[in-house]
């Protein structure tokens, strides 16, 4: 799988738009670029994937740069619930991940109030 | 509900002895994962499994030991070989392949061992 360099921290306010980035300049065509979070002492939530388009749901929308080698996470309105380890993983599709996803340290988003 | 849960939430061994954490899904799902988390760190993986009865080593799977009887059930054995137990144990699964359910892995609440 692509490595990926993310921020070990950032700070928000809370209402605005959070913008959390993601490097993977090493990515190959058949990868996917997804997003998970870890609320402290809980499992990971995943949040959103894609492959070159931009894509928007119900918690997030992900901008992938043409090129593919960065994205960025946005969070829209943030809340002090949003606040969380965020990681950025990178690895082709091939059903999902039949064998299992690289965490690393992700970047630790702080809303504040 | 569905979902995936872990027990017990704390779990407290001695030095030596081997402890067996639970992973139960009623989600359906066919794959299922162990994963470690040290403090500050991101999760690595320890064993995974894609159908009953297989399994297939991860990245840290030295001194751990699975097994996969059930579709529900996918427990985690640390043993004394293991040499620095102390963790927080995720277990994981995921749809089946082919389906829209498959990008996503869902996660348990977690386990926290502690060996003294």
Redesign the interface.
């Known amino acids: 799988d692509a490595k990926t360099t993310q921020p070990p921290s950032m700070d928000c306010a809370e209402g605005r738009a959070a913008n959390l980035p993601c490097n993977h300049s090493t990515i190959s065509g058949n990868e996917y670029v997804y997003w998970y979070r870890q609320i402290h002492s809980q499992g990971p939530q995943y949040i959103i994937h894609g492959l070159k388009n931009n894509e928007t749901n119900e918690m997030a929308s992900l901008i992938i740069t043409e090129d593919r080698k960065s994205s960025t996470l946005i969070l829209p309105h943030a809340t002090l619930r949003d606040t969380a380890v965020y990681y950025c993983i990178v690895r082709p599709y091939s059903g999902g991940g039949a064998d299992g996803l690289t965490f690393g340290k992700g970047t630790h988003l702080i809303i504040q109030p | 509900d569905g979902g995936?849960t872990q027990s017990p939430k704390y779990l407290f061994r001695k030095e030596g002895q081997n402890v067996t954490l639970s992973c139960e899904q009623n989600l359906n799902h066919d794959?299922m994962?162990w994963?470690r988390q040290d403090p500050?760190?991101?999760?690595?993986?320890i064993y995974?499994s894609?159908i009953v009865n297989d399994f297939?080593k991860?990245d840290i799977a030295e001194g751990y030991s699975v097994s996969r009887e059930k579709k529900e059930s996918f427990p985690l054995t640390v043993t004394s070989a293991q040499k620095n137990p102390t963790a927080?144990y995720?277990c994981?699964s995921?749809?089946p392949?082919?389906s829209h359910?498959?990008?996503?892995?869902?996660?348990?609440?977690?386990t926290?061992l502690t060996v003294t």
């Open positions: 995936i794959a994962y994963y500050g760190q991101g999760l690595r993986l995974y894609q297939q991860g927080f995720l994981a995921r749809g392949q082919g359910l498959s990008y996503e892995q869902y996660f348990g609440p977690g926290r």
